[in-house]
């Protein structure tokens, strides 16, 4: 069985301030996490994915994602939010073999003010 | 073609009537997925494909709801006799894994087909 939590379901941030939209995950298995992002009206786009190498994921736009272990966590953070950045996050957790069948958290709206 | 293509865009539907909605993988993407998208939610998991074969079907809502990929590329949501809380954005994603089992690019989303059942 696997779950992903997003623990903020709406994120407030200044032109040019960082970002963090938090990720936790539970998973049987292994997991291969990923982030992806929902303009309105558009479809999903991967922005990185975390597989089996390296613990820091850098992805684009500038976003970059850790995987921590011991502490079940996948947070997403940007240096510098741009207004373009405003939209929807989604973390997916999915087990890495078998089905392979994405889940999704509930996603976290990000709004950038100018 | 480069993504993954879903027709139609948008479908109205009049409660009661039963539509089909289609999803065409990325050329060579053995494994397909099915989710709905409510409004303001995350995407739900309906069904799973590999190659033509339905491997799990468990989140699919009801009876009412069937799906297909007889020759493993393009595939079929359906929705017979539709009713108001059908209503949502229908998402079909594809992926490739590769020999290690390791996933490929991760999941390659289409842009979804938004169904309204007024």
């Known amino acids: 069985a696997q779950s992903v939590t997003q623990l903020d379901s709406h994120v407030s941030v200044s032109e040019g301030t960082p970002v963090l939209l938090r990720c936790n995950y539970s998973s049987s298995y292994s997991p291969s996490l990923f982030w992806y992002v929902q303009h309105p009206n558009k479809g999903l786009q991967l922005l990185l994915k975390?597989?089996?190498?390296?613990?820091l994921v850098k992805g684009i736009n500038g976003f970059e994602a850790e995987f921590k272990k011991s502490e079940t966590s996948f947070h997403l953070t940007k240096p510098s939010a741009h207004m373009s950045d405003a939209a929807e996050y989604f973390c997916v957790v999915s087990p890495r073999g078998g089905s392979y069948i994405p889940t999704f958290g509930r996603g976290t709206s990000l709004i950038v003010h100018p | 073609g480069a993504g993954v293509s879903q027709s139609p865009r948008y479908k109205v539907a009049k409660r009661g009537q039963d539509v089909a909605l289609r999803c065409d993988p990325i050329?060579?993407?053995?494994?397909l997925f099915w989710y709905q998208q409510a409004l303001g939610q995350g995407p739900e998991f309906l069904t799973y494909?590999?190659?033509?074969?339905?491997?799990?079907k468990s989140g699919l809502p009801s009876d009412r709801f069937f799906a297909e990929r007889p020759e493993g590329s393009v595939s079929t949501l359906k929705i017979q006799r539709t009713q108001q809380e059908d209503s949502a954005v229908y998402l079909c994603?594809?992926?490739?894994?590769?020999?290690?089992?390791?996933?490929?690019?991760?999941?390659?989303f289409g842009s979804g087909t938004r169904l309204t059942v007024v």
């Open positions: 975390y597989t089996s190498a390296a613990t």
């Open positions: 494909f590999q190659n033509e074969a339905q491997l799990d």
């Open positions: 994603a594809s992926s490739l894994t590769g020999r290690s089992k390791e996933l490929i690019y991760g999941y390659t």
């Open positions: 050329s060579g993407h053995v494994s």
